[in-house]
């Protein structure tokens, strides 16, 4: 068992990448805690872990709200009384070139994507900073490193989760809490699931390993960072993307 007895925050868990992540790390021997936008949703997907024989609880947590944030993290301290591990995950996409860009849908993936990765650190660093203990993990994407035709408001977005970790990396070092950003290439899920197929054969012509990734692939990573196994690496980036990008 990896993750015997840590807490793991998870937002926007309910399902996809965020999901598997928390799953992973429950069969680790963690305690995962499922935040996401609808507290049903958390409740059915802990529901499910929990039949498992892993150990889930569940919080409505809206990132884009500091004040919903700050209210969920003390409600999880008053019930369990710490956070280990810290995954923003929550992100969401409002494609389209950049000409034809709307001015919300600029605002409202830079305000989940970006700053509810910063209302999270924000609000979990401080219980991380009094407890000198504490592994965050920004789901970044290979097109924040890369760039992309027609996710101008999302590249900018997970380069700056990822620009993020490299700072706070630095911040908390000395407190013992490190904080990488896994950037994953293109994952099989809802997110992906809406694309076209004439797109999604054309992703898979630039990726290496020839197929998408599952999101058992990028959990895996998140794994390896959130455990001891990781205790000496901070402020990194890993790709999980099939060879996309090298660099
Ligand atoms: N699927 C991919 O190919 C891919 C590639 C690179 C990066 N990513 C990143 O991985 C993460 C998960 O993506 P996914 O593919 O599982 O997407 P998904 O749409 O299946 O899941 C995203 C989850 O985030 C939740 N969410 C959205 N806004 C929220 C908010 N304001 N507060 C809390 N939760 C919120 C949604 O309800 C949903 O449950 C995202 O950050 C995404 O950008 C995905």
Redesign the pocket.
């Known amino acids: 068992m990896r993750l015997e007895n840590e807490i793991a925050f998870v ?9 598997e992540i928390a799953e992973t790390f429950a069969r680790e021997g963690a305690l995962v805690i499922i ?4 507290l049903e ?1 958390c409740q059915a997907t802990a529901a499910e872990i929990a039949a498992k024989g892993y150990r889930a609880d569940a919080f409505a ?4 709200l500091s004040q919903d944030v700050d209210k969920t993290i003390d409600a999880i301290i008053e019930k369990h009384g710490r956070i280990d591990i810290l995954v923003n ?5 409002r494609d389209g070139l950049f000409l034809r860009m709307k001015e919300d849908d600029w605002d409202a993936v830079i ?3 970006l700053k ?1 990765t910063f209302n999270a650190c924000k609000s979990v660093s401080r219980v991380m900073l009094k407890a000198r203990k504490g592994k965050i993990i920004n ?5 924040g490193v890369m760039g992309n035709a027609g996710q101008a408001n ?1 590249a900018a977005s ?1 380069a700056g989760v990822i620009a993020l970790a490299k700072s706070l990396a630095r911040e908390f070092a000395s407190r013992n809490i490190t904080v990488n950003a896994v ?10 699931d809406k694309l076209s197929d004439e797109v999604k054969n054309k992703i898979l012509e630039a990726v290496p390993l020839g197929r ?2 599952l ?1 058992q692939d ?1 959990a895996n990573v998140c794994l390896f960072l959130a455990s001891k196994e990781a205790d000496y690496i901070t402020g990194q980036t890993v790709l999980v993307d099939g060879g996309m990008v090298t660099y």
């Open positions: 937002t926007g868990s309910a399902r996809g990448i965020g999901r935040s996401d936008i609808k949703d947590c809206n990132v884009t995950n929550a992100g969401i996409t305000n989940v994507n509810g789901i970044g994407s290979v097109i999302y997970k950037a994953p290439g293109y994952i099989k899920t809802a997110m992906t998408m990734g999101p990028v």
